[in-house]
């Protein structure tokens, strides 16, 4: 008679009872992957064990397995009246991109917990960004911690351990002024999830002692009941540690911290929708100080090599830490050695439990003691509770009696994919209205109000509260010069305390563009991230890139063919920048249903693309303010009649327009001779047209460096747009350059077609825009920058 | 010559570890970074070593408050070589988290009961950014060299300074115990943000009356080359190498 195992009858049960077994244990397994299970046991002639249930659910789940990425998906595009049917499977045409691409800079990709590119002949750089979008709506604070403290050990289980240099944090909010009254049930108010999320980031990752040094901040309303919290960690690891393998009959260590009920179901529910039921329970509780005392030994332990293999113990616990590591070979686990934080807890928990600050290390018998010893020397929990053993099986026991034994073979390839069906209708080319309103007097005032706009606005009173330059690596500073009155593009770190060679980390993120099409959105993100760590002094041809797409209801044919069309597009303008997809994450389903109404509402599909660049000298990084009066101005790329989706048409309600289109054949050559311009130390300030267009670039730039400029709309290169157009277009491809007068002949020659001169820096603090021979408007720097950092204040 | 031994004591949570070892590398000292378990066992002793620093981090979470467990740990286990590390005149240091440990364990401004302590910004937040301070005139040798101004980043949430009573600042003043002072950008009285958490006296930094032992709430280990200077890469000139490396650099000499 089992004492601690409790038995599932599922050979018995029909499909509506496979579906109730599954839905009230929180599995969230749909009825054809329980019948594959009930198949399976069926198979074996015995009826599963509650711990074996479980283990199945957390590594089929979305979460863990991404089955909507891995399946195929029959795809209709309706444009203009045509049909157009294809079978696509989007992790795959991800992977395309970095297949054809086959570049050197690529070390490892898509098979470890993060993507390893080459950063010089010794070391490589790691970088992942995961999403803590469930647990943070839930519980902001906890949510966005163990988010930040989650990603960290993917960089530590990257490899044979990765060294953290770097945070980045990206959130989506509903809007802050959100009427408290008209929230549903269970809905926190977008205020409180910006504060609990941003102090949660603040407190994990500064006690870790990594630099949190570039990030962003997207409020829609969509986001209000669903918000997106994406963490981000950049490491360094020696090339030589970057491979890894189990091997046979080594010992299961289990690191740092102990085991509790927290996080329990973790992964299963971050897979389904949210309502107003869920349990905070399911929410992980973090301690930093306790993985910061495991990341100093474990980098020590990885130092000297003592262990084959490790892995974080995140969403699925050990379930799936030790599943996939021992997934080769074969596992055998005695679950009572594992360190609980308090008794009683059942076997089955004990496996699944999300519990924070664990990692499980795969080492050899004779390092065995030197290991332990190492971590006892400074308290970090290390306690053996398994060997990996040549069976194919996962074994586990619980006070010598078997509360699970399966087959490898059938809990990893055993998943049924769906065949899925999806659907995008083209809008068609909305027209493009022309503003009525607009008068030549009130530009300065457009200006003004975009500055404010709460997606522009500095985000300093965030930034200032994360430790953005411990460890002595940040060179580039996410805000501009001693008194924070610009922003910056992108973070540039220095790795290497004797080393000069640095990179550069940005992203791009614009749910906006998305709206209006999923396919230009993801280019423009790819373009975006790219432009970002240009500007800084990167390399374009030596970067890389990471996609997290979080997107609604995929159940939903529309909402999947959104998703499919997003795909695509990256695959198209990755393909086309050269840029590898080196790790990436879905995070699905997020969508909230009103317990009393049954409403359902999605979130705008959203992609973050993370961008990371070798830097061949920091000395040479370039910053966006501007330095000195009488330097010229530059305009590098084309402006076109591109307002959808624009902050302009968004802040003064403008509606339609067309989207902005990247085009690659034109900036990627064009960023390569910047890039040169950059590393000859010929370009003193750099700054790219994004979000508000020109006029908001160059207003930074002239808060950032507390000086004004003189520009002539005209010089601008176009085919003849509207004013209008040429201050406030989101047209992709652009940057805004300054350059010394004496070096003009050099840059023009070296820039050739893709450049024109506007103007010039003036000391004055003027910024003075002429249009047609006349001046247009004028607007003093102090006031922008003025403007530009009233944000965010409560 | 051999280059002078620094210990840099580290203890869970203590996060400016590694940069605070680079800092005396580029100094010419040979620094090693040890657990605080190391001397707890005695496989470490302080007394062979030539100065003893206590980085920035968040030592045990800062639970309690900032630095607090350090200060029981440290006079439990190390109080009397510590006393007598400081009687050779021996340099001890503390940044950030250092200096809320020194100022705690009543090391500064002199060895006795704790008179003064690093409460929470007025900000009543976390805040990391980049201060002018004033170089002030006092006995510690690490000056030396030193213009009136400087800047230094710095990042903390517990960094305001207070002081038990008027009299205490007074001592501290007349004694010329104030290492640097927050300012303006031109050496004037400085407001937030340029006295970043409220500090009484706008001081930042407090020296021994033997100018030995010396504590700050700036970080010099982050500022060790012009590149990191926010106005390296904004056109200004930085400052040549940056004066946290010669901060080191004045330690390591007077070693030797």
């Known amino acids: 008679m089992p004492e601690y195992a409790l038995e599932m009858n599922i050979i018995g049960a029909g499909d509506k009872e496979l579906l109730e077994i599954s839905g009230k244990n929180l599995l969230a397994l749909n009825l054809e992957e329980m019948k594959a299970v009930k198949k399976y046991f069926t198979g074996i002639g015995r009826n599963p064990t509650d711990c074996e249930l479980e283990t199945i659910a957390q590594t089929w789940s979305e979460h863990c397995c991404h089955k909507i990425f891995r399946s195929d998906i029959n795809y209709t595009e309706k444009a203009n009246g045509k049909i157009r049917e294809e079978k696509i499977n989007l992790l795959g045409e991800i992977r395309k991109v970095t297949e054809k691409l086959d570049s050197d800079f690529c070390v490892s990709v898509f098979k470890d917990n993060a993507g390893i590119v080459k950063f010089n002949d010794e070391y490589g750089i790691a970088f992942k960004v995961e999403t803590h979008n469930h647990p943070s709506a839930l519980e902001p604070y906890g949510g966005a911690g163990t988010g930040i403290g989650g990603v960290i050990r993917d960089i530590l289980g990257a490899g044979r351990g990765a060294k953290p240099i770097m945070n980045t944090d990206v959130f989506c909010f509903g809007l802050p002024d959100a009427d408290y009254k008209r929230l549903p049930e269970g809905v926190l108010h977008p205020r409180r ?15 870790m002692g990594i630099p949190t040094a570039n990030g962003a901040i997207v409020f829609d309303e969509g986001y209000q009941k669903n918000c997106l919290v994406f963490c981000g960690t950049v490491g360094i690891i020696p090339l030589k540690n970057v491979e890894k393998k ?130 006892a020397s400074e308290d970090v929990e290390a306690a053996i509770i398994g060997q990996f053993k040549k069976t194919g099986k996962l074994e586990i026991y619980y006070k010598n009696e078997a509360v699970c034994s399966l087959d490898m073979n059938f ?34 005032a457009r200006i003004m109000k975009l500055l404010t706009d709460i997606n522009i606005t500095s985000r300093e009173a965030v930034i200032t509260q994360y430790d953005h330059e411990v460890q002595a690596h940040t060179v580039l500073k996410p805000l501009a010069g001693m008194e924070h009155s610009g922003p910056s593009d992108a973070a540039v770190l220095k790795p290497l ?54 997107w609604g209801d995929v159940n939903d044919e529309e909402n999947l063919g959104a998703l499919a069309r ?66 010229l101005l530059y305009i590098c790329g084309k402006t076109r009649k591109e307002m959808g989706g624009s902050r302009y048409y968004a802040v003064f309600g403008i509606e339609g327009g067309e989207v902005s289109e990247p085009v690659p054949s034109k900036t990627l050559p064009m960023m390569r001779k910047l890039h ?97 021979g006349e001046k247009l408007f004028s607007l003093s720097a102090e006031e922008a920058e003025k403007a530009w950092r009233s944000g965010l204040q409560w | 010559m051999v280059k002078p031994r620094v210990l840099i004591l580290r203890v869970a949570g203590t996060n400016c570890d590694n940069e605070t070892e680079w800092a005396f590398r580029l100094a010419g000292a040979e620094p090693e970074r040890v657990h605080i378990n190391r001397i707890k066992r005695g496989e470490k002793k302080i007394c062979d070593y030539q100065a003893l620093v206590i980085p920035g981090g968040f030592s045990y979470g800062d639970d309690i408050s900032a630095g607090k467990v350090l200060v029981n740990e440290i006079k439990h286990n190390m109080g009397e070589d510590i006393d007598r590390f400081t009687g050779e005149k021996k340099p001890l240091i503390g940044i950030c ?159 030797k």
């Open chain 1, 193 to 207: 999830i910006f504060r609990g999320v941003v102090s949660g980031v603040r407190d994990y990752g500064n006690r």
């Open chain 1, 246 to 375: 189990v091997m046979e009959d080594d010992y299961i260590v289990v690191i740092g911290g102990k085991t509790g009920r927290d996080g329990i179901h973790g992964a299963t529910f971050s897979s389904i929708q949210m309502d107003a039921n869920v349990s905070t329970n399911v929410v992980q509780i973090g301690n930093p100080i306790v993985e910061k005392k495991m990341m100093d030994v474990l980098l020590t332990a990885a130092d000297e090599g003592l262990y084959n293999f490790v892995t974080d113990c995140g969403a699925g616990g050990l379930s799936s830490a030790v599943g996939e590591m021992g997934s080769e070979t074969g596992a055998e686990v005695m679950l009572e050695k594992v360190p609980l934080k308090y008794s009683e807890l059942l076997p089955w928990e004990i496996w699944i439990s999300e519990s924070q600050e664990r990692m499980v290390l795969s080492v050899p018998g004779k390092n065995l003691k030197k290991l332990l010893e190492l971590f």
């Open chain 1, 411 to 444: 809990l990893h390839g055993g998943v049924p994919l769906r065949n899925l069906k999806a659907q995008f209708a083209f809008p068609g080319k909305a027209e493009y209205r022309k503003d009525a309103d607009a008068k030549t007097t009130d530009w300065p």
């Open chain 1, 497 to 550: 305390y004797g080393d000069y060679r640095g990179i550069a980390v940005g992203c791009g993120i614009n749910p906006f563009y998305g709206r209006h099409d999923p396919y230009m959105m993801a280019g423009c993100c790819i373009e975006e991230a790219l432009r970002n760590i240009v500007s800084a002094g990167a390399d374009p041809g030596a970067a890389a890139i990471l996609d997290n797409f979080c």
């Open chain 1, 566 to 631: 997003c795909v695509k597009g990256c695959r198209d303008f990755a393909l086309k920048y050269k840029l590898p997809f080196i790790s990436g994450k879905d995070s699905l389903n997020n969508f909230f249903v009103e317990e009393k109404t049954g409403v359902e509402t999605s979130i705008p599909g959203t992609l973050l693309i993370s961008a990371v660049g070798i830097v061949g000298d920091i000395r040479k990084t370039v910053s966006s303010s501007f330095k000195r009066g009488g330097n």
């Open chain 1, 676 to 772: 040169c311009c950059i590393e000859v130390g010929m370009v003193k300030s750099c700054h790219d047209c994004s979000d508000g267009g020109f006029i908001i670039a160059l207003s930074e730039m002239a808060a950032g460096g507390g000086r004004g400029a003189e520009v002539f709309l005209d010089r601008m290169i176009s085919d003849d747009v509207s004013p209008e157009a040429l201050l406030f277009s989101e047209s992709q491809g652009r940057f805004i350059v300054e350059i010394d007068r004496t070096l003009q002949g050099d840059f023009e020659k070296a820039m050739g077609k893709n450049v024109s001169m506007i103007g010039s820096v003036a000391e004055d603090g003027e910024i003075k825009v002429f249009y047609g």
């Open chain 2, 97 to 255: 988290n250092g200096f809320q440990v020194l100022v705690k364990a009543g090391l500064l401004p002199w060895q006795g009961k704790q008179v003064v302590s690093l409460g929470w910004n007025d900000s009543a937040r976390f805040e990391d950014r980049w201060v002018y301070l004033k170089t002030e005139k006092n006995a510690s040798p690490f000056l030396k060299g030193f213009p009136s101004v400087i800047k230094l980043p710095v990042a903390h949430a517990e960094g305001k300074f207070t002081v038990d009573s008027g009299t205490t600042l007074k001592k501290i003043e007349d004694g010329k115990l104030v290492f640097f002072r927050y300012c303006s950008p031109d050496g004037g009285d400085a407001e937030y943000p340029h006295n970043p958490n409220g500090s009484a006296g706008a001081i930042a930094g407090l020296t021994s009356a033997n100018g030995l032992i010396v504590g700050m709430m700036p970080h010099p280990e982050r500022a060790l080359l012009k590149c990191f200077y926010p106005d390296a890469n904004e056109g200004g000139d930085g400052e040549e190498d940056g004066y946290g490396c010669r901060f080191f650099r004045n330690i390591v000499e007077y070693i």
